[in-house]
């Protein structure tokens, strides 16, 4: 089944405390990407990858990290969490960039104390 | 700049009405693309359809239909006859085709539909 995949899905965790969310794809898309969503802020874009070893800064990447060192995964690294980051985030990928359909993971919420 | 508005926070109807939700959009690119996603109480997005800026035919999918009109800047989704299952947000989201950030969308507000039996 094509999916992307993330893990956890729910993290409880505290201020400094270094996490790593996971993002799995099956579907050999090149774009992938991370979003966060807020209440009454929709979604927004944190870093996004076109290929391996290539990622840039979205909208909000601050105190964000990502890598890419396989097509298949992007993970998002919080090196010291804070409270503001407290959010439900997603991953999503498409096989091209603009204008393709981007597949969203099942959502990881994070929980900052 | 470009902006996604979906004016309506909340819309509540009673089952087997139909409703529609308003998106509006602004951007400068005249290659652009529109979607429509769900989120259910579980929390996942659920993709419902792309239009591309060039298409602007009316598009119908069972009790979903949407209406795309340029001149007036809105992609437009109407449920016809709705359910309870149909409970959900609804994000409206665009992306420009010119963008260089790996086809970043930008959603919405989301609109939060409530389909009471």
């Known amino acids: 089944e094509a999916q992307v995949t993330q893990n956890p899905r729910y993290l409880i965790t505290v201020t400094g405390k270094k996490l790593t969310v996971t993002c799995s794809q099956n579907m050999n898309h090149e774009y992938m990407s991370w979003y966060r969503q807020d209440p009454g802020l929709g979604l927004r874009q944190i870093y996004y990858?076109?290929?391996?070893?290539?990622?840039d800064k979205g909208d909000v990447p601050e105190g964000y990290k990502v890598s890419r060192k396989e097509k298949r995964n992007f993970p998002l690294i919080l090196e010291s969490p804070s409270p503001n980051q407290t959010s439900l985030y997603f991953c999503a990928s498409s096989f091209r960039d603009s204008g393709d359909t981007q597949y969203f993971g099942p959502g990881t919420r994070l929980t900052v104390l | 700049a470009q902006k996604v508005t979906q004016a309506q926070t909340e819309i509540s109807v009673v089952e087997k009405e139909d409703v529609t939700l308003d998106c509006v959009y602004e951007?400068?690119?005249?290659?652009?693309?529109l979607f429509w996603y769900k989120q259910p109480p579980s929390g996942e997005l659920v993709f419902l359809i792309r239009r591309n800026s060039f298409d602007e035919q009316n598009e119908i999918s069972g009790r979903y239909s949407w209406n795309f009109q340029k001149s007036t800047s809105s992609f437009n989704f109407t449920i016809t006859a709705s359910q309870v299952v149909d409970s959900a947000v609804y994000f409206c989201?665009?992306?420009?085709?010119?963008?260089?950030?790996?086809?970043?969308?930008?959603f919405g507000q989301g609109t939060e539909l409530s389909v009471k039996p």
């Open positions: 990858s076109m290929n391996v070893e290539v990622t």
């Open positions: 951007t400068r690119d005249t290659t652009y693309y």
């Open positions: 989201a665009l992306s420009e085709a010119g963008d260089n950030q790996g086809g970043k969308l930008i």
